[in-house]
């Protein structure tokens, strides 16, 4: 499958007056794209726990149900946390959207091949697991319908949203979030709840 687009590229269209979007951006270089987007206190970028980003993000998702949530993750992550893909499909939350930038490598381990590089598909293993909507998108005019349905009502769609983007296996500078996590923990409490309710 050709890969025609930029994951920053891509990061940055989606985020692009994000409003009170929530977003997860998984470890490695989906928080570096997200950061590089514009450091923002309602997302949280994942230092570590590879395979988490998507149960963040459906925990988040059932718990503000009136708020849009995005998780931004790539290929190695999400074959970490397949199993997310089956519980959120169970649970099929609507305000929950999960996009996976697919370079077909683990980029920060030296970039070698996933196993979508064989040809296993993320997309067709999200669909089978229950999601309502999945997408596998390789040009600007797909990835300008993905952004219209992440910020869609959650009230006019009927489940998660899943979509693949495939992506350039390119080396970009870092641009990296905070550090600490007690504070990315913290700000994020605040932004979404309150400083008395954050602090409760």
């Known amino acids: 499958m050709k890969k025609t687009l930029h994951r920053r590229d891509v990061v940055n269209h989606i985020l692009h007056q994000r409003g009170d979007l929530l977003v997860v951006a998984g470890l490695g270089a989906p928080a570096w794209d997200v950061t590089a987007a514009g450091d923002h206190p309602l997302s949280f970028p994942l230092w570590g726990a590879m395979g988490g980003a998507a149960m963040i993000g459906l925990g988040l998702a059932l718990a503000q149900p009136k708020r849009k949530v995005l998780v931004v993750t790539g290929d190695g992550e999400m074959l970490m946390g397949l199993g997310s893909l089956a519980v959120i499909g169970s649970r099929k939350p609507r305000n929950l959207c999960i996009v996976v930038l697919d370079n077909e490598q683990y980029g920060e381990t030296g970039m070698q091949d996933t196993v979508t590089a064989s040809g296993v598909d993320l997309a067709g ?54 550090r600490e996590g007690s504070y990315l923990k913290n700000r994020f409490r605040i932004a979404l709840l309150g400083t008395q309710a954050a602090l409760a």
């Open 125 to 178: 293993i999200a669909k089978s697991a229950g999601f309502t909507t999945t997408m596998s998108i390789q040009t600007k005019s797909e990835l300008g319908l993905l952004k219209t349905l992440i910020y869609k009502e959650s009230k006019a769609t009927s489940g998660p949203l899943f979509a693949l983007v495939k992506v350039d296996p390119e080396k970009l500078p870092l641009v990296l979030p905070p």
